[in-house]
């Protein structure tokens, strides 16, 4: 199969991360908001809950990210909730533990696209970054800014996760070589 080309659709994950959804005393509208969004979209959703506890974000994120193909890994990890000020809205940096570089510029989008609406969305602590082949952006907690969080970049999406998941062609003289090439001296 190349690059984005995927049998039903790209699989994602959808993290929600919440105490109170976690312990069954609310119901998880953001994550089933952003569920729906990326069905219209063509991705084949996952959704997990956890509490806002710092490891476990961490180790779903990773967990998701470093799964065999077929067996539950992620092309695309979507987390929403805990960007916040709070502090249980450890998101960000639980994100920072899993990710192996971050992409500043799809965060700096998203809160360009809510600053359109709310002077708030400068208060979302929201991340954006790879681990592997697997992108994971942080979305805030509320249906509505997860869903335009999610707007804001969406566009971009596909592109950002075929030039993660290779062939990475950037030197073929002799430099990086592409993916599941040999480069000299292996």
Do not use: C, F, Q, W
Request: hydrophobic share 45%; proline share 6%; charged share 20%.
């Amino acid at each position: 199969m190349t690059a984005g080309a995927h049998a039903g659709g790209r699989p994602a994950l959808v993290l929600t991360v919440s105490d109170g959804v976690a312990a069954g005393v609310r119901e998880d509208a953001s994550g089933a908001a952003v569920a729906e969004r990326l069905v219209r979209h063509g991705y084949v959703v996952t959704r997990a809950v956890v509490a806002d506890d710092r490891a476990a974000i961490a180790a779903a994120i990773a967990a998701a990210a470093d799964a065999p193909d077929g067996a539950g890994r992620a092309d695309l990890v979507v987390t929403t909730g805990g960007t916040g000020l709070t502090p249980r809205d450890v998101t960000p940096e639980a994100t920072l533990d899993a990710i192996d570089r971050a992409v500043p510029g799809l965060a700096e989008a998203m809160r360009a696209a809510g600053r359109a609406r709310t002077p708030m969305a400068d208060l979302s602590r929201a991340i954006v970054g790879a681990r592997g082949a697997t992108l994971v952006v942080n979305l805030p907690g509320s249906p509505r800014g997860a869903v335009e969080s999610l707007a804001a970049i969406e566009a971009v999406l596909p592109h950002a996760l075929d030039t993660l998941a290779g062939p990475y062609d950037h030197d073929r003289r002799g430099g990086t070589p592409a993916r599941g090439e040999k480069g000299s001296g292996e």
